[in-house]
């Protein structure tokens, strides 16, 4: 029989209209032979739209606004065999939808609430990761209420790990919201652009010179495996929104020309994090590499990364001999397997 499939897409986050991108590549990649996929599209004001409304956000962009009930849509869930999450970011990527489910007792794809909850935020999954000795640069946590507060509080963490440095909020993804400060003049202005995004921001310190960027796919629930290691490559300053949407602003190379303990490394490091943040189904890992001293630090940990054909998740995978559709197959197995 084939599994009934309900994607949901689009949601309240800056990164609604990426996954829009994503669902339409799952739609068109699916095999129509093992499952039958019912979209459902999340409006950025939180509305579970209609088919209709879905069709049109899926076929031209953004979801309008009008539509259906925000809870309509959960009633609905319960008539497939797995809901697959597409959203990336708050209040999709972050526990919420996932803590939704878990009560409804719908299988879904992806981390459950803690590993959503605790990956999402940059802050705390660092915290954890540090905890399990995992290097990573530098950082301090600034609260929208504490630089109200105590403005010169955040300029002295920010002179701690010295200029430049990166402006982030805690809680977004896709590069939304971030900034390289090069002088204590220019801090104001980042935190400003951060704290419009969220209340917890994230200051971190940068490598001595510019890193390589690796990343590495992870899969599996309780004995999950990793990838090829891949690596992106782009002139810009950083990885930014621009960077990372524009065609041709950066290019993947998989596998990573790095040393072979260096891939092992990764690999390794990428299997403890998932662990230690109780991930499940699948997460993107993120390192940076200076290729000079050999050091290894971890970016970030992404519960639900793009999903385009053309994102690095599904490469990876693809590098490593699973296929799109096949990969999908897996995530959704991986969904109903006991955890």
Same mark, same amino acid.
């Given at each position: 029989m084939k599994k009934r499939i309900l994607l949901l897409a689009g949601g309240q986050s800056g990164e609604h209209e990426v996954s829009l991108s994503s669902a339409r590549s799952v739609l068109n990649a699916l095999p129509e032979e093992h499952f039958e996929v019912t979209p459902l599209v999340i409006s950025k004001r939180g509305r579970w739209l209609p088919p209709e409304g879905t069709a049109l956000a899926l076929g031209q962009g953004a979801a309008e606004d009008g539509g259906e009930l925000v809870l309509h849509g959960v009633s609905r869930a319960g008539d497939y065999d797995v809901v697959f999450p597409l959203l990336h970011g708050p209040m999709g990527e972050d526990g919420t939808v996932q803590g939704l489910l878990t009560l409804a007792g719908i299988p879904f794809v992806g981390s459950g609430v803690l590993g959503s909850a605790v990956s999402m935020d940059k802050v705390v999954?660092?915290? %954890?990761?540090?905890?399990?000795?995992?290097?990573? %640069?530098?950082?301090?946590? %600034? !609260?929208? /209420? $504490?630089?109200?507060?105590?403005?010169?509080?955040?300029?002295? $963490?920010?002179?701690?790990?010295?200029?430049?440095?990166?402006?982030?909020?805690?809680?977004? /993804?896709? =590069?939304?919201?971030? =900034?390289?400060?090069?002088?204590?003049?220019?801090?104001?202005?980042?935190?400003? %652009?951060?704290?419009?995004?969220?209340?917890?921001?994230?200051?971190?310190?940068? !490598?001595?010179?510019?890193?390589?960027?690796?990343?590495? /796919?992870?899969?599996?629930n309780d004995a999950p495996i990793? =990838?090829?290691?891949?690596?992106?490559?782009?002139?810009?300053?950083?990885?930014?929104?621009? !960077?990372?949407? !524009?065609?041709?602003?950066?290019?993947?190379?998989?596998?990573?020309?790095?040393p072979a303990e260096v891939a092992a490394r990764v690999r390794e490091l990428a299997l403890t994090a998932f662990r230690a943040l109780d991930c499940a189904g699948l997460a993107r890992v993120d390192f940076f590499y200076v290729e000079r001293t050999g050091e290894l630090f971890l970016n970030e940990v992404n519960t639900m990364p793009g999903f385009t054909t053309t994102s690095m998740y599904p490469k990876l995978w693809e590098a490593g001999g699973l296929g799109y559709a096949d990969l999908v197959t897996r995530l959704v197995e991986l969904a109903t397997e006991d955890r």
């Open positions: 999954a660092k915290d %954890v990761l540090a905890a399990h000795g995992i290097p990573q %640069v530098a950082y301090r946590l %600034v !609260t929208r /209420g $504490a630089w109200r507060a105590n403005p010169e509080a955040a300029m002295g $963490a920010a002179r701690e790990l010295g200029y430049p440095l990166f402006v982030k909020p805690a809680n977004l /993804g896709s =590069s939304v919201g971030i =900034s390289k400060v090069r002088a204590e003049e220019d801090l104001t202005a980042a935190l400003d %652009v951060a704290f419009g995004l969220d209340r917890r921001v994230i200051l971190e310190a940068m !490598t001595a010179e510019k890193p390589r960027e690796l990343e590495i /796919g992870i899969l599996g990793a =990838s090829p290691v891949g690596e992106l490559r782009f002139d810009a300053e950083f990885y930014d929104y621009h !960077t990372k949407y !524009t065609e041709g602003e950066a290019t993947m190379h998989i596998p990573a020309d790095v």
